[in-house]
């Protein structure tokens, strides 16, 4: 679906990538993780196409991602940050319709989408009248994740969705989100700085240090053989092991 290759990102005397190679295969889940300042939401700049590489290629569906319009790419995406990003403004239903607003589609269409997502992501149509500030965190993000969906999306980015919540509420929404990757078959990259909930959610996880990918790999070959002094330090300093 999307890929870079030798892609340097450099703002001023800063390098947030270096010399990064990497693919995301079509329908699967492929997480980035490390430590913050890592360049796992660069990342996911350069594939919003917010940003551009200083050298090297990045590419969606085998084409240079520069040859296509912004704006047509960018519906083929849905995009959810890790507070939400909620206008506070507007309710639940205007939040999740915005997109649907701008292209003009009919209430009912954007009615019949609202319904099928509501049982896909599990929430209350009686919170849709409410404000997000109205509502908990985890309800925001379920909110959120209707939104990042509404437009059917090819490619669902998810930078550190779940990364304010409680526990226990990020223990449900993870169950959620991993029943929604897959009953979707979307691809789906997701940055996070949590070793359980990448081993939980990714079937490919790309770990990150300083612009860097130090290694790719499943969960269980990254415990079994870690590259370096980094990745052994990254699962220790974990403290309980990760299952997926």
């Not at 607003?101 to 209430?107: F, G, S, T």
């Not at 929404?173 to 979707?184: G, H, Y």
């Not at 499943?218 to 974990?238: G, K």
Request: proline share 4%.
């Amino acid at each position: 679906m999307f890929a870079l290759e030798n892609v340097t990102v450099q703002f001023g005397q800063t390098v947030a990538l270096h010399n990064v190679t990497i693919s995301f295969p079509e329908t699967s889940t492929t997480v980035l993780l490390g430590t913050s300042g890592s360049g796992k939401s660069t990342i996911l700049r350069l594939l919003l196409g917010l940003i551009r590489a200083s050298t090297g290629t990045v590419t969606y569906k085998h084409r240079d991602l520069s040859q296509f319009d912004q704006i047509a790419l960018r519906r083929e995406i849905g995009f959810m940050t890790q507070d939400g990003g909620l206008f506070p403004h507007l309710t639940l239903a205007e939040n999740i319709a915005l997109m649907p607003d701008c292209l003009k589609w009919k209430q009912r269409q954007t009615n019949g989408r609202i319904d099928e997502l509501l049982l896909l992501t599990r929430m209350d149509p009686a919170l849709l009248t409410n404000y997000p500030t109205q509502i908990s965190g985890g309800q925001r993000q379920r909110a959120a994740l209707m939104r990042a969906l509404m437009l059917d999306p090819a490619c669902i980015l998810l930078d550190e969705p779940l990364g304010a919540l409680d526990p226990i509420t990020r223990y449900d929404l993870q169950n959620d989100l991993k029943e929604i990757f897959r009953s979707t078959n979307k691809t789906v990259i997701l940055v996070t700085h949590d070793l359980r909930e990448a081993a939980f959610l990714g079937e490919r996880i790309h770990i990150l240090d300083q612009g860097r990918v130090v290694q790719s790999g499943t969960y269980t070959e990254m415990r079994n053989a870690p590259a370096n002094e980094f990745v052994a330090r990254f699962f220790s300093a974990q403290r309980l092991e990760a299952k997926p």
